[in-house]
């Protein structure tokens, strides 16, 4: 019986042995893991830092353009409104003038 309890000791002790050594080497890897983990999850925000800093910028030269873009559709809205005001004023004495040359044709 003595044997038997001693033979059961030694063989816990020996799977104990076992199973912490399965352990360690599960930690080293999960340290492993981790610290590549942290590394790509480090470049993974610097490359977010740097695509929301490029949208910004982006962002910024295309506001740009599009005010260049308004004030030139601006400036061409002024010179149509200056054309329509200058035929609306002289659409009088072009009708006058029209009118003389039918008049003129007609008494030929």
């Known amino acids: 019986m003595v044997y038997t ?6 063989a816990s002790f020996i799977f ?9 080497k599960i930690e080293k890897e999960n340290k ?4 590549s983990l942290q590394i790509a999850l480090e ?10 800093a490029g949208i910004s910028r982006d962002l910024g030269q295309t506001n740009k353009k ?3 873009n ?10 149509v ?3 329509k ?6 659409l009088p004495t072009q009708i006058r003038k029209t009118i003389g040359h039918i008049e003129f044709s007609q008494r030929a």
């Open 85 to 90: 005001k200058d035929i609306m004023n002289s």
């Open 16 to 24: 104990e042995g076992w199973l912490l050594s399965k352990i360690n």
């Open 66 to 68: 599009i005010d260049i």
């Open 5 to 10: 309890l001693i033979t059961l000791v030694g």
């Open 70 to 79: 308004l004030k030139a559709l601006k400036r061409m809205d002024k010179k």
């Open 43 to 52: 470049a993974l925000g610097r490359d977010i830092n740097n695509f929301q």
């Open 32 to 35: 492993l893991h981790r610290k």
């Open 81 to 83: 409104d200056v054309n």
